[in-house]
């Protein structure tokens, strides 16, 4: 059966009663299909209006479940929002970008997801809603595995919150893939660094995707970068050790010894352009 509610009502209303799956831009769940017809009800959420957009509140970003990457690119947004508009920029082709959401990249949970890095470093939660009420939890807490989250099956993700803690914080994403344009990522990575009065590091926030089944913070590293002078060299402060949490794995797309070389020389290039003037 295929089902297009109109209202978010509707939506929880017919998830409730029919379960099955949530179709957004559809731009993951049809290439997933394969030679397979769909096995299970299909609730496209695409009209549903109370989705659309995004609006910035006093003390957070809300991204509506159904904003696309072509509105994220294109809206007006605080400094430390470039990398996850650079992301945005990069995830698949400009086709991809006006059909593919935000909240598909996130509930996909692919490893490979361009938003979850550049989401995670802006500290980035999940609004999940459903007939039992409304909940939130943390991005780091939501996407559990490879094409795993904590998602129950009559919850949908209603919008992505992001806290403004670091409004003026310089941000920056990049992606290494085997070619320039309409790629999956090999590695990427996203870094936020918000300066102090006094030119030194007041927090830095570093991610890295495609290293392991979940985008990983760099705990250790961000650590060791606060306090530290905001200019060119900052990168020295990486230690092969500020990596270790990473599990990159050898797959079609390149080897483990690869990606975890690529992600050193990305990490210490991103932080290298996110200390960079003005
Ligand atoms: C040619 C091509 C290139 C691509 N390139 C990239 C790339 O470079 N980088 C990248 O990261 N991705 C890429 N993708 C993957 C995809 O475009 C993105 O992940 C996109 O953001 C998915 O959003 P969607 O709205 O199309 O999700 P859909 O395909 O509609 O849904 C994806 C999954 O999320 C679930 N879902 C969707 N919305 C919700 C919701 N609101 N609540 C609960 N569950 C929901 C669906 O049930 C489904 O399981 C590419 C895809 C294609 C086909």
């Known amino acids: 059966m295929y089902y297009r509610p109109n209202t978010l009502h509707e939506a929880m209303d017919t998830l409730s009663r029919h379960g099955g799956q949530i179709l957004s831009g559809g731009t993951d769940f049809f290439p997933a299909l394969g030679e397979h017809p769909v096995s299970t009800p299909v609730v496209d959420i695409s009209g549903v209006g109370e989705l659309r957009g995004i609006s910035i509140e006093a003390d957070h970003i809300r991204i509506g479940g159904l904003t696309t990457w072509t509105e994220v690119l294109r809206s007006p947004l605080p400094r430390c929002f470039d990398g996850l508009q650079s992301a945005a920029r990069e995830v698949g082709s400009i086709q991809i970008q006006n059909r593919g959401t935000v909240a ?93 009065g006094s030119g030194r590091v007041a927090q830095a926030r570093v991610g890295v ?47 483990a010894e690869y990606r975890r070389d690529a992600a050193w020389t990305l990490v210490k290039r991103a932080l290298e352009q996110c200390v960079e003037a003005p």
């Open 104 to 196: 598909g990249n996130l509930c996909n949970a692919s490893p490979a997801a361009d938003g979850v890095p550049p989401l995670l470093v802006l500290n980035a939660s999940v609004e999940l809603v459903s007939h039992q009420g409304t909940r939130n939890l943390a991005l780091s807490d939501f996407i559990l595995g490879n094409r795993k989250t904590a998602r129950r099956p009559d919850e949908l993700l209603s919008a992505v919150i992001v806290p403004r803690e670091v409004d003026d914080g310089r941000s920056v994403f990049l992606k290494l893939g085997s070619r320039r344009y309409l790629v999956i990522s090999i590695v990427m990575v996203a870094a936020v660094v918000q300066v102090d």
């Open 209 to 255: 995707g495609s290293c392991s089944a979940v985008a990983r913070r760099l705990a250790e590293l961000e650590r060791a970068l606060a306090g530290a002078w905001a200019v060119r060299g900052i990168s020295e402060r990486v230690l092969p050790e500020h990596l270790a949490n990473l599990t990159p794995i050898d797959d079609v797309r390149a080897t």
